[in-house]
Nanobody, 129 residues
């Protein structure tokens, strides 16, 4: 079982940047697809980004595409989400998620929350105008 701990959230002005981190522990980090989701008050949790277990493939939701970069450091068992040009609508709790035991190729990603089996506790991102 993988345990996930997010960090890096906070309060930032619109147009600013944040880098979220998600540290994994408890089992090997290999062949684990990682994803970021977010949930704003009164809204459902939504997909933000995902990265294949090899690190060579990423996929982004349209609202963050072009402004965000997801990466992973398998040596550190950590994934990152760099978010730039932040908007007030990016305000949400951001969750890191993991899907282990992936038998598909290293470029495969998952975009649905039900496809992930482990979740972090979330980190708040607040973007002020």
């Amino acid at each position: 079982q993988v345990q996930l701990v997010e960090s890096g959230g906070g309060l930032v002005q619109a147009g600013g940047s944040l880098r979220l981190s998600c540290a994994a522990s408890g089992r090997t980090f290999s062949r684990i697809v990682m994803g970021w989701f977010r949930q704003a008050p009164g809204k459902e949790r939504e997909f933000v980004a995902a990265i294949g277990w090899s690190g060579g493939s990423t996929f982004y939701a349209d609202p963050v595409k072009g402004r965000s970069t997801m990466s992973r450091d398998n040596a550190k068992n950590t994934v990152y989400l760099q978010m730039n040009s932040l908007k007030t609508e990016d305000t949400a709790v951001y969750y890191c998620a993991a899907r282990g035991g992936v038998v598909r190729g290293g470029s495969y990603v998952y975009t649905q929350s039900y496809e992930y089996d482990t979740w972090g506790q979330g980190t708040q991102v607040t973007v002020s105008s």
